[in-house]
């Protein structure tokens, strides 16, 4: 039941922008969008969400189209440490309450210098 | 905030054996969801649970169980231990529903 499309890697240079982006032209229209990102032997780490508007917190930017067919995520300046696996998510609603999220293969990002 | 902590950080069983892995969930939060990562497999839901009910179930046998206790910890058992149950097994708790998971480090278990 993955709901969102992502491109298996990406490169970015160190103190530039990553733009990651992600398909999900099939959620409904009262389905968020979340990211998280896993580091090598770490737990996923929340990073955002959105429903329609654009977010802006201290860690990135989520800019979902006006369709919300798709979104970008933004790091405005990658740094090493951002090198991880993305997730673009959109949770599925159980049946008995909560959420549950299906973690699709992700982006790989690699910063570099 | 302290975040969520899961204990044991690694654990090696032995294939028939059973097994307890325990996680706190963050201050406040009351729905704890249980994952399963694997190389083949990526991240899998196991269950959730909320206020000490178990809320929903993932696609696993029933040698996979869980509980919550009236603090909101949780615990997670595997009995017969099998070689494909060496996983990465992740907990995760939220305060509310469409609230962000937020995720501990995880159990590394092995079993040989």
């Known amino acids: 039941d993955a709901k969102t499309t992502q491109p298996t890697s990406m490169d970015c240079a160190e103190g530039r922008a990553a733009n990651l982006p992600c398909n999900h032209s099939t959620i409904s229209g009262n389905e968020y969008v979340y990211w998280y990102r896993q580091i090598h032997s770490q737990g996923p780490q929340y990073i955002i969400h959105g429903l329609k508007n654009n977010e802006t917190n201290e860690m990135a930017s989520l800019i979902i189209t006006e369709d919300r067919k798709s979104s970008t995520l933004i790091l405005p300046h990658a740094t090493l440490r951002d090198t991880a696996v993305y997730y673009c998510i959109a949770p599925t609603t159980l049946t008995g309450g909560g959420n549950k999220l299906t973690f699709g293969t992700g982006t790989q990002l690699k910063v570099e210098l | ?112």
């Open chain 2, 1 to 112: 905030k302290a975040g969520v902590t899961q204990t044991p950080r690694y654990l090696i069983k032995t294939r028939g054996q059973q097994v307890t892995l325990s996680c706190s969930p963050i201050s406040g939060h009351r729905s704890v969801s249980w994952y399963q990562q694997t190389p083949g497999q990526g991240l899998q839901f196991l269950f959730e649970y909320f206020s000490e009910t178990q809320r929903n179930k993932g696609n696993f046998p029933g040698r996979f169980s869980g509980r919550q206790f009236s603090n909101s910890r949780s615990e997670m058992n595997v009995s017969t231990l099998e070689l494909g149950d060496s996983a990465l097994y992740l907990c995760a708790s939220s305060p509310a529903y469409n609230s962000p998971l937020h995720f501990g480090n995880g159990t590394r278990l092995t079993v040989t």
